[in-house]
């Protein structure tokens, strides 16, 4: 055969660019996947708080701390009224 022929110098770069559109196409996939479960974990959070109402001898009151339970409830006192032990 005469030198005629072109052959690749780099055989690889044929195959490089198909390779690396299928790699970006995965990581795009990924980061979807990624971003539809931390959805799924925000929504299933915020679904399973339950609300408190604010009514009552018991509340929850916002501090710099967070949410803390405020108010007064003493059932012992009422226990101890109907038995009729002092204290």
Avoid: N
């Amino acid at each position: 055969m005469t030198a005629s022929h072109r052959t690749l110098s780099h055989p690889l770069s044929a195959t490089g660019r198909p390779a690396r559109e299928a790699a970006r196409r995965s990581a795009a996939g990924l980061q979807h996947v990624d971003r539809e479960h931390a959805l799924m974990w925000e929504l299933w959070w915020q679904a399973s708080r339950a609300s408190v109402p604010s009514t009552g001898p018991l509340t929850w009151v916002l501090t710099l701390d967070g949410h803390r339970l405020a108010g007064c409830h003493l059932p012992a006192a009422e226990d101890d009224a109907a038995t009729g032990q002092a204290r």
